[in-house]
């Protein structure tokens, strides 16, 4: 939740006119916007809520369930595809983001009013933030732990050791997670407008050079949310989706029709995995550059341009969001081996009794044998 060009004027305006003896102990007054509102923004506050709530109910609904079956399967015996750690704790991020939304819902019903008080509008920033983080940095292990998987011929790190150094590498990415999300969500102020009373939940920077601040939790936010995992991400799934052309099929699998088929399934959700983040996350960060180079002066701020990175910001924030319910189709409901995770966790809870259970056994078996070719080719994804 980053502040705009508009909302900084608005604080910069009134710098020397906080009000503390209001009733609120740690809010300080703040002007109307400096530049004529160019669209309705209780349309636009509106048309958020709806795309949250949306966001909402299917990201919370969708990465739940991942998380019980994923859950669920670990403690069965047998073999476990070795990104599932990874895939267990983004279930998790990008379910905990989902849990904020109703907040931010409640505040843009209200035109941004803020009714909870400083200490939730931290702690609710920064659990945003962190999970947010963290769903983009696990995507990031994903595709390396992936690449390395087959680049070391399908047996990756596998046994103890293996499970021990994922799990180190988990509490990494929450370790970095947090440190992202403090400096923004440790400026964090509850701001009373100076005209209509409202009351925001903003950053207010330090005052000998609150812009220069501003810009700079901004890049970093560009840096650590787009920049530097993206590459990663972009790089590692590229080599994994190379390894799966050049790599040659065994002797038994060298005809088989099922095994292209496989190859080319593998190389369109790759594909997805690469184009998916970009399309969510790259507008969204795009936005934000913009913003910071025309607070430094790089771009000429016009009261048009001020419109249209407001409008811009808060459109590609709600799509930068939709990849809470993207992660779980494209990393789980795809994957056969998860579906037969979801079905045998209903049928086999539901109707243990019946002959359903044998036939998913015996189904799984055969998966068990496509797969065994397909690890040493391209794998399930």
């Known amino acids: 939740m980053s502040m705009s060009a508009s909302e900084m004027e608005d604080l910069l305006v009134s710098w020397e006119e906080f009000n503390l003896s209001e009733g609120f102990s740690n809010i300080s007054s703040v002007d109307a916007t400096v530049c004529v509102t160019a669209f309705d923004r209780g349309a636009l506050f509106h048309s958020m809520c709806v795309l949250y709530t949306f966001i909402f109910v299917v990201g919370l609904a969708a990465n739940a369930l991942v998380l019980w079956v994923n859950v669920r399967a670990q403690r069965e015996p047998g073999p476990r595809p070795e990104t599932h750690v990874y895939i267990a704790h983004l279930a998790a991020a990008d379910l905990c983001v989902c849990a904020t939304l109703p907040v931010w819902v409640g505040s843009l019903a209200q035109g941004g009013h803020w009714a909870l008080g400083e200490a939730a509008c931290k702690l609710t920033h920064l659990l945003f933030s962190v999970n947010l983080f963290g769903s983009i940095f696990f995507l990031a292990c994903m595709s390396v732990d992936r690449y390395l998987g087959v680049a070391r011929r399908g047996d990756g790190e596998g046994g103890a050791r293996g499970r021990r150094v994922r799990r180190g590498v988990c509490a990494g990415v929450w370790l970095l997670a947090l440190a992202a999300s403090l400096p923004d969500c440790y400026f964090l102020r509850t701001v009373k407008a100076a005209h209509g009373g409202a009351v925001l939940c903003r950053p207010v920077y330090p005052g000998d050079d609150p812009v220069r601040w501003m810009v700079g939790v901004q890049l970093s936010f560009i840096l650590l949310g787009f920049a530097l995992p993206f590459p990663v991400i972009a790089v590692f799934y590229a080599l994994l989706a ?86 779980p189709i494209l990393y789980n409901f795809i994957n056969r081996n998860y579906r037969y995770d979801l079905m045998k966790a209903f049928i086999f809870k539901y109707s243990t009794r019946t002959g359903l259970a044998r036939l998913i056994d015996a189904s799984n078996a055969s998966d068990a044998e496509y797969s065994a070719v397909a690890v040493e080719n391209p794998p399930q994804i």
């Not at 690469?274 to 180079?293: E, N, Q, R, S, T």
């Open 242 to 327: 190379r390894a799966f052309s050049r790599r040659p099929p065994s002797a038994a699998a060298a005809c088989s029709p099922a095994l292209e088929q496989e190859r080319r399934v593998s190389r369109r959700v790759i594909l997805a995995y690469i184009v998916v983040f970009l399309g969510c996350w790259g507008p969204y960060h795009g936005v934000l550059l913009a913003d910071a180079l025309s607070q430094l002066g790089l771009v000429p701020l016009s009261c048009g341009l001020e419109n249209a990175l407001y409008l811009a910001l808060h459109l590609t924030q709600c799509l930068s969001l939709f990849h809470c319910c993207f992660n």
